[in-house]
């Protein structure tokens, strides 16, 4: 298993070759064991309200998770608290692990953390559910809950 320091050089290496306007990206598994090693690590689910409700959620200590809407259910519009929202369940030198669907809304969500004095802002790789597969269904190509960490479901 890898150290947490060895996971955010992997991380930081993934945004310098991709370059990235945050400090990394992380797989799911990655992402889960931070979260396991490193007191600082954070998982911030962006997803809505109703995505949580309805798909489910990640299975964690409530110290070690947060949530804030990237985006407004019903409707999709911008979520115009998500910076001050984010401030309540964040400091700027935690590592906060940004946490979508598909990985789409967490790599805007850790753009605008960085832009804004979070240092350690990363993206979680696949995000929740992971991409559609041939048949349009999600959690079977990528992600969170394809790669067997706990979650718990609607």
């Known amino acids: 298993m890898k150290t947490p320091g060895e996971i955010l050089a992997a991380a930081h290496d993934r945004a310098r070759d991709a370059n ?19 007191p600082a690590a954070r998982l911030i689910d962006v997803r809505t309200v109703a995505e949580r409700d309805w798909v489910g959620k990640v299975a964690l200590p409530e110290a070690k998770q947060g ?17 001050e929202e984010l401030e309540q369940q964040a400091g700027k030198d935690d590592v906060l692990l940004f946490l979508c669907r598909s990985g789409v809304r967490s790599r805007h969500a850790a753009k605008l953390a960085t832009e804004n004095g979070y240092r350690n802002a990363y993206d979680i790789l696949e995000g929740f559910e992971g ?8 959690k079977t190509v990528g992600g969170w809950c394809k790669a067997g960490l706990p979650w718990i479901g609607a």
């Open 20 to 38: 990235l306007p945050y400090a990394g990206a992380v797989t799911p598994e990655e992402a889960y064991a931070l979260l396991q090693a490193d």
């Open 67 to 83: 949530a804030v809407q990237w985006a407004l259910y019903p409707g999709g519009a911008p979520n115009p608290q998500f910076l």
């Open 131 to 138: 991409d559609k597969d041939a048949e349009g269904h999600r």
